[in-house]
């Protein structure tokens, strides 16, 4: 439905005539009336008093399918680091009134999980802003400690805080019940062999390796996860290597084993790996994950130019191969970047 259209339908609604709606929007009534007949369309900025006036969300106004609405919340996302509450709140009851809807479950589900995740990601950075000043103040107290640990991802000292059980017995259960998905055992490896649980990593690597869709290449790195989990590194790099040589040019071979190395602080080696990973991918676009891997290396070693020109290198990446210009990550590498050079 036109927008003119939607706006005479909702004056209706609500019983307002067209000088009574102007009245409440502080304008002409004769422009009520240019949008009621497709003469001119509401300034935007009208748009939110009008949706108050009305009782409806703006996407309502523009009576925008539920698919849209999706990727409008979707798309709002990308490009905003923090939402406004009453947009949170309207997304929000938007997407709990489409759980009940078997065509839209799925995708709704997955929105509420990536609307809160923006919200507590954006709240994260405010909790590192505000603890790291009151750690600041006070060394010696635990209370920020403990929020900026859990803020930030901190490493934890008490095994019963750091361990991963929680994580493993939800993907042991998701095994259980979908035991032909290969991602579901593959989370499961990632916590099994940080926890070093090395027997059972190799019982759930056996079961994995079996799958018709399963990936030698990864199987081959998840075991060498399993030998260094065991403090076998001698073995771990063995199958490394021989990963390596059997395949020259693999791209997704070159960027596990730098992650590997990388892991092992064998920092020459994992930035040698991670750019020939990301010169011989030839998927466009590109991840930046090489490139982060190796800006993060740089800034362990304390080169903050070359972390900053790496920083570069991702915000170019975003550019030209994501067509990225407002969104929120291509934002972040810029300022990365920035904040680099200032400390180089």
Not at 111 to 136: F, G, I
């Amino acid at each position: 439905m036109e927008l003119g259209k939607k706006i005479r339908q909702l004056r209706f609604k609500a019983g307002l005539t067209q000088e009574q709606l102007a009245e409440k929007l502080g304008i002409a009534p004769q422009s009520v009336s240019k949008w009621e007949n497709a003469a001119a369309m509401p300034d935007i900025t009208i748009l939110p008093l009008l949706s108050e006036v009305f009782g409806v969300s703006i996407d309502e106004l523009f009576d925008l399918t539920t698919e849209q609405r999706f990727n409008r919340i979707e798309n709002r996302m990308d490009v905003e680091e923090e939402l406004p509450q009453d947009v949170f709140r309207e997304y929000e009851e938007f997407l709990k009134g489409q759980l009940s809807a078997d065509p839209y479950r799925k995708r709704a589900t997955e929105l509420l999980a990536a609307l809160c995740w923006h919200r507590m990601e954006s709240y994260a950075k405010k909790v590192q802003r505000w603890a790291k000043d009151a750690v600041r103040l006070s060394p010696d107290e635990k209370g920020c400690q403990w929020m900026l640990q859990k803020a930030e991802g901190h490493a934890a000292w008490d095994w019963n805080i750091a361990n991963h059980t929680a994580a493993i017995d939800f993907y042991r259960e998701l095994v259980r019940a979908h035991p032909e998905s290969r991602l579901s055992y593959s989370y499961l490896l990632d916590n099994l062999i940080a926890d070093h649980r090395a027997d059972e990593a190799e019982e759930i690597l056996a079961r994995m390796s079996a799958l018709t869709d399963t990936r030698p290449v990864i199987n081959e790195v998840y075991r060498a996860h399993i030998a260094l989990a065991r403090f076998d590194e001698p073995e771990a790099d063995r199958i490394i290597e021989k990963l390596l040589s059997e395949h020259p040019g693999d791209f997704a071979c070159e960027f596990e084993a730098a992650q590997y190395y990388a892991g092992k602080c064998d920092y020459d080696r994992a930035i040698e790996l991670y750019e020939r990973s990301f010169a011989n991918e030839k998927r466009r676009p590109r991840f930046t994950d090489e490139l982060m891997g190796i800006a993060d290396i740089y800034q362990i070693r304390g080169d903050f130019r070359k972390a900053a020109e790496t920083w570069g290198r991702i915000a170019e990446l975003l550019e030209k191969e994501w067509g990225f210009s407002d969104e929120t990550a291509l934002k972040e590498a810029k300022e990365k970047q920035a904040r680099l050079l200032a400390m180089a």
